[in-house]
């Protein structure tokens, strides 16, 4: 059975920072893109953040990049979501999820197979 | 405010059918393939349609998508109590190089 789990939501003062981990197991992790996807109370769902089976690669969503790293250790089978300078619009719920991404001639595929129960950051004073 | 537009709730009895909607344009719906989402409170999202009209093993067949044009359906019949949750579309818009998703429908079983 996969499963993903989170953890390191919690509430934090605007301009402040918090590390969520996600620890990953019923798959091979290092063959996986990893993402982190929030929602905010009562809204949708947004993609925040991705990074590629081997680091190399790591895209932001535009509202936190500059702020937000992300970063993952295959040997842990981990992935982290760095948030500095939080503000309150980054309060929400964050998952995190496998992500498969295909370029096909018929055009993108890019969905979330795996996801987390979440853990929730709120960012209030 | 989503990128894709959904209905902000629909409701069937139990043992019916319904169709959820999801429309785009053609950065996104009409030129990539579409993803489906279940939230229910406390439990992980689950995946229920990915390129268009795939299921996950697991999925059971009273799941089905389907897309035309800029535009895409999710649709379930047999409709379970268990169903009631929220339903997300999803799709690599190309202008925007971000994945988008809809702003989700409240499926009440009555």
């Known amino acids: 059975e996969v499963q993903l789990v989170e953890s390191g939501g919690g509430l934090v003062q605007p301009g402040g920072s918090l590390r969520l981990s996600c620890v990953v197991s019923?798959?091979?992790?290092?063959?996986?893109?990893m993402s982190w996807v929030r929602q905010a109370p009562g809204k949708g769902l947004e993609w925040v953040a991705s990074?590629?089976?081997?680091?190399?690669?790591?895209y932001f969503v535009e509202s936190v990049e500059g702020r937000f790293t992300i970063s993952r250790d295959n040997a842990k089978r981990s992935m982290f979501l760095q948030m500095n300078s939080l503000r309150a619009e980054d309060t929400a719920l964050y998952y995190c999820?496998?992500?498969?991404?295909?370029?096909?001639?018929?055009?993108?595929?890019?969905?979330?197979?795996?996801w987390g129960q979440g853990t929730l950051v709120t960012v209030s004073s | 405010q989503a990128v894709l537009t959904q209905p902000p709730a629909v409701s069937a009895a139990a043992g019916q059918r319904v169709t959820i909607s999801c429309s785009g344009s053609t950065s996104n719906i009409g030129s990539n393939f579409v993803s489906w989402y279940q939230l229910l409170p406390g439990t992980a999202p689950k995946l229920l349609i990915y390129d268009n009209d795939k299921r996950p093993s697991g999925i059971p067949d009273r799941f089905s998508g389907s897309k035309f044009g800029t535009s895409a359906t999710l649709g379930i019949t047999g409709l379970q109590t268990g169903d009631e949750a929220d339903y997300y579309c999803g799709t690599w818009d190309s202008g925007l190089s971000v994945v988008v998703f809809g702003g989700g429908t409240k499926l009440t079983v009555l």
């Open positions: 019923g798959l091979t992790f290092r063959d996986n893109w």
């Open positions: 990074i590629n089976q081997d680091g190399s690669a790591k």
């Open positions: 999820a496998t992500e498969t991404q295909r370029w096909q001639q018929l055009g993108a595929s890019d969905f979330f197979d795996y």
